[in-house]
């Protein structure tokens, strides 16, 4: 198993959302099961984040730590953008990191916002339900009482393997 399966894992551990062998735990409760259901989501598009993000900084440092990354699979692309970010010195790296790490974080606020607002229009998400019928689902959009561009930050802070860790600044 990948670092990042293993971080992502453990956060559902300590949520309650999954058992020591690896099975999701879905409560009985209703209320608890559409938490733990925008929860997952969220914690999936923290995922997509954190990977673009590990990517563009593995270019930037010319390392290969993103999960998956070899540096045998670099396109032609890849390797004179890498050639480019070496010339840089370290207070310039450091703005790039800084403008990734910013431009990440407001694609996700954007997302959540076109989802919460998306076209005038009430746009209903659900899944479904592991514990329900064939046919029942997990409402997940609209939420019960934030919408998601306001818990987008709290899902960085919480699931995130990089976002505000000291490593990145």
Not at 64 to 77: D, G, I, N, V
Not at 93 to 107: M, N, P, R, T, Y
């Amino acid at each position: 198993m990948q670092p990042h399966q293993k971080h992502y894992r453990a956060k559902m551990r300590a949520k309650g959302w999954m058992t020591d062998s690896d099975d999701l735990k879905w409560p009985k409760d209703e209320a608890e099961r559409r938490k733990m259901a925008r929860g997952l989501f969220g914690m999936q598009l923290v995922s997509t984040i954190d990977y673009w993000v590990m990517l563009g900084r593995d270019d930037l440092n010319d390392t290969h730590q993103a999960p998956w990354a070899k540096k045998t699979k670099l396109s032609a692309e890849r390797t004179a953008r890498r050639a480019v970010f070496a010339t840089l010195s370290k207070e310039q790296k450091a703005a790039v990191a800084d403008l990734l790490f910013s431009q990440a974080e407001g694609i996700l606020h954007s997302v959540c916002c076109d989802i919460d607002q998306f076209q005038g229009c009430g746009l209903i998400m659900s899944l479904l339900d592991p514990l329900g019928t064939d046919e029942s689902r997990i409402q997940i959009q609209p939420g019960d009482f934030l919408d998601m561009h306001q818990e987008q930050l709290e899902w960085l802070e919480e699931f995130s393997m990089i976002y505000g860790k000291e490593e990145n600044a």
